[in-house]
């Protein structure tokens, strides 16, 4: 088993739809990175996060510590929001462990 | 300001042939990590540098790997003769103070071993 789950690993939404991408982790943290990735392009940070919620624009990401659950969400989802998005979380070493991503595909 | 450079984008070479990937992270940022992305994997780490800490070299998949990171700013992983199976994305990331910030990523580049 992975130390880092995420669900689902596929989706597709039409444009306007509410998204919500999970990921379960089993080890301790420090922190809870979200990042972004488009196809063909470079690793983009959205999120770091050690509890609670945290809000950009449209994105949204929480954290339950005591669950070792964190979800990001999306909303008005737009196709530009199409890449993948993987969770990665930090230990005592500083060092990322990674989920396997979620490719999000958002049709016109 | 600049963000994480790397160099070169893309590099194909042959199967035993040793490469040198270069990052310059952002300036000022204490931490770097490396990181490898395979053709249908998920990311792994490789190394990190922290400071004039010992790096933590836990990642590296065979001792045909290793880095060094000269006056606490460029980085060079190094890959000894290369195998298919290094074939893949390898990323630099930096991050400022004690790395328990945000990490910045390079563009990546893209090691195709033939």
């Known amino acids: 088993k992975n130390e880092v789950e995420q669900s689902p690993q596929n989706l597709t939404a039409q444009e306007g739809e509410f998204i919500t991408i999970n990921c379960s982790y089993s080890v301790g943290i420090s922190a809870l990175h979200w990042l972004q990735q488009h196809p063909g392009g470079g690793i983009v940070s959205l999120f770091m996060?050690?509890?609670g919620k945290k809000k950009h624009g449209r994105l949204i990401a929480t954290i339950n510590i005591q669950e070792k659950h964190s979800s990001l969400h999306i909303t008005a989802s737009h196709p530009r929001d199409s890449a993948v998005y993987i969770c990665?979380?930090?230990?005592?070493?500083?060092?990322?462990?990674f989920g396997t991503g979620t490719l999000l595909a958002v049709q016109p | 300001g600049a963000g994480v450079s790397q160099s070169p984008s893309n590099k194909v070479t042959e199967k035993g042939k040793d490469v040198e990937l270069r990052c310059d992270p952002i300036s000022g940022h204490t931490a770097l990590y490396w990181y490898r992305q395979s053709l249908g994997q998920g990311l792994e780490f490789l190394i990190y540098?922290?400071?004039?800490?010992?790096?933590?070299k836990s990642g590296l998949p065979s001792d045909r790997f290793s880095a060094e990171r000269t006056g606490g700013s460029v980085s060079t992983l190094t890959i000894q003769r290369t195998q298919q199976e290094d074939s893949a994305v390898y990323l630099c990331a930096s991050s400022p103070s004690s790395g328990r910030g945000e990490q910045y990523f390079g563009p990546g580049t893209r090691l195709t071993v033939t």
């Open positions: 990665a979380v930090r230990g005592a070493t500083n060092k990322l462990i």
């Open positions: 996060l050690s509890s």
């Open positions: 540098f922290q400071g004039n800490s010992a790096p933590d």
